[in-house]
Structure formats: C-alpha cells, structure tokens
C-alpha cells in the first residue's frame, strides 16, 4: 500500500494566501493622513528593518493583532533571550531569498552530457522560510524590546475651517476625538477619529472623517440597524452624497488613501 506524503510546506502559497485575506479584511498599506507616533517599520531582533514582502506583511499583522513593538524574532532568539513565547500565540511566516555557489569541482565527475557549465551555472538560487513572533507575544523580554512612542507632533496650521466644520457637526452621527486610528464600531454605533492637530492638513481630516461616516449607513435603514459596515463603499448617506455643496472637495491624497482602502 502506497504511503501517502505529507505535502511539502510552501512559503509562497502562505503568503499569497495571507495577502488575499488581507485584502477581504479591508486592510491595506494605505498611508494615513495622520501622525500617530512611534515607528511602525517592523525590525528583526537586532534592530535590522525588514524589506519586501516581509516589511508588508509583518505591518499588517502587527496592525490587525495590535502589537506596539516593532521588533519580530524566532522562537530561538526569544529563547536565547531568556523570554518565553506566551502559550497560544500564533507566528506568522518570512521569507528569505539568497544565492549560493556550488564548487567547480561538484561537476567535474559529469562531463558526457555535453553541457557546458559555466560560472553562471554554478550559481543557484533559493528560498527559505521562517517563523517570527512580535516582540508583544513573547514574556520576559528586556524593556529596550517595547520603545516609547515618538512625541505626536502638533500642527498650528491643522485648525478647524469653519464651514466645514459646521456642515460636520450638523449630521447626526456621534463621532469621538480620541486615539491614533480612524474607524466605525457598529455595536455603539459611533465613529472614532484622531483629533483634527494629529493632521498636517485640516482638508485630510475632513476627508477621512466623510470616509468613516459614510460607513454608517442612512439612519433608521435596515443596514444601520443590523450593524451592516462598508459592505458597499459607494452608499452614503444623504448628507455626505452633497457633501460638495460645503466647497471643499477631498484632495488627492485623501482619494488615494480611499481608494487603498477598497
């Protein structure tokens, strides 16, 4: 009876894998229009940044899981450290590409088929894969692991404009100042945004407070009432479809980071 093989691990189908479920979750490398504080570049254990594939993919996962510390390393690292991966975590995949010369010598014994095995032949290329865990899933670790944020810089110029501001704070939608992200939570049915001075342009924070409002849906609407959130980016409510009418359109930026988010 044939043994069935267990099938071979495969790092690049992982990735695309995470990547497409990524995108159906809604988060996408847009660049916020806001100062936040801190530095977001994932680093390895040693202070190195990532780069690639592995820059966007450890940034997102630290963004969805909530992690605060830039620092990712292995279950080795962790335990040379001293530290413990806490019970329950989950890693997430990177990936190494490299290349490696084999010895002139290796072919020496092969010379009937004819082939002509150059210097460029004696090169290979390979991928390898590992697992990483934030430095926010791993217990005992020293304090230089988790840096205070960076001071959120204030902005003078990142005042209120008047008009828009009136037309804002007439739609009857609770909206709270607070924190560094921007988002709807449905079961309180309110949005949430940074405070106007975390912006280096006030239209930008107009432009993404219509954003998160338009998640809400019509009030008294069945979608508003079962909690529905961006199933349809295009459905706004009525408010927001003559938002124009205020003489302040969105700029660039703040479409492109709309459309990051799609």
Same mark, same amino acid.
């Given at each position: 009876m044939a043994r069935s093989r267990t099938p071979k691990f495969d790092a690049s189908e992982v990735i695309t894998n995470e990547i497409i479920r990524i995108i159906e979750r809604g988060v996408l490398p847009w660049r916020k229009p806001w100062t936040a504080g801190g530095s977001s570049r994932p680093l390895r254990v040693g202070g190195e940044p990532y780069q690639g594939v592995n820059n966007f993919l450890l940034t997102m996962r630290a963004v969805m899981a909530g992690h605060s510390s830039p620092f990712w390393m292995t279950l080795p690292q962790a335990n040379a450290l001293d530290a413990k991966v806490r019970k329950g975590e989950k890693s997430s995949v990177v990936v190494y590409y490299g290349q490696s /010369?084999? %010895?002139? @010598?290796? !072919?020496?014994?092969?010379? +009937?088929? @004819? %082939? %002509?095995? +150059?210097?460029?032949? /004696?090169?290979?290329?390979?991928?390898? +894969? !590992?697992?990483?865990?934030?430095?926010?899933?791993?217990? @005992?670790?020293?304090? +230089?692991f988790f840096p205070d944020p960076e001071p959120v810089p204030e902005h003078p110029r990142s005042e209120p404009i008047p008009h828009m501001q009136a037309f804002f704070d007439a739609i009857n939608i609770t909206t709270v100042f607070t924190g560094t992200e921007a988002y709807y939570l449905p079961p309180v049915d309110k949005v949430y945004m940074p405070s106007i001075t975390r912006f280096q342009d006030p239209r930008n924070f107009y432009g993404v407070w219509a954003h998160e409002l338009a998640h809400v849906g019509v009030p008294g609407s069945d979608a508003r009432l079962h909690g529905a959130y961006a199933r349809d980016e295009c459905r706004l409510p009525p408010q927001l479809v003559a938002r124009s009418s205020v003489g302040q359109g969105c700029d660039l930026q703040a479409r492109r980071g709309c459309a990051a988010r799609l």
């Amino acid at each position: 009876m044939a043994r069935s093989r267990t099938p071979k691990f495969d790092a690049s189908e992982v990735i695309t894998n995470e990547i497409i479920r990524i995108i159906e979750r809604g988060v996408l490398p847009w660049r916020k229009p806001w100062t936040a504080g801190g530095s977001s570049r994932p680093l390895r254990v040693g202070g190195e940044p990532y780069q690639g594939v592995n820059n966007f993919l450890l940034t997102m996962r630290a963004v969805m899981a909530g992690h605060s510390s830039p620092f990712w390393m292995t279950l080795p690292q962790a335990n040379a450290l001293d530290a413990k991966v806490r019970k329950g975590e989950k890693s997430s995949v990177v990936v190494y590409y490299g290349q490696s /010369r084999k %010895d002139a @010598g290796a !072919y020496e014994h092969d010379r +009937s088929d @004819g %082939d %002509d095995h +150059s210097e460029e032949a /004696r090169i290979f290329r390979f991928q390898k +894969s !590992y697992r990483v865990f934030n430095a926010c899933q791993i217990e @005992g670790l020293p304090d +230089s692991f988790f840096p205070d944020p960076e001071p959120v810089p204030e902005h003078p110029r990142s005042e209120p404009i008047p008009h828009m501001q009136a037309f804002f704070d007439a739609i009857n939608i609770t909206t709270v100042f607070t924190g560094t992200e921007a988002y709807y939570l449905p079961p309180v049915d309110k949005v949430y945004m940074p405070s106007i001075t975390r912006f280096q342009d006030p239209r930008n924070f107009y432009g993404v407070w219509a954003h998160e409002l338009a998640h809400v849906g019509v009030p008294g609407s069945d979608a508003r009432l079962h909690g529905a959130y961006a199933r349809d980016e295009c459905r706004l409510p009525p408010q927001l479809v003559a938002r124009s009418s205020v003489g302040q359109g969105c700029d660039l930026q703040a479409r492109r980071g709309c459309a990051a988010r799609l």
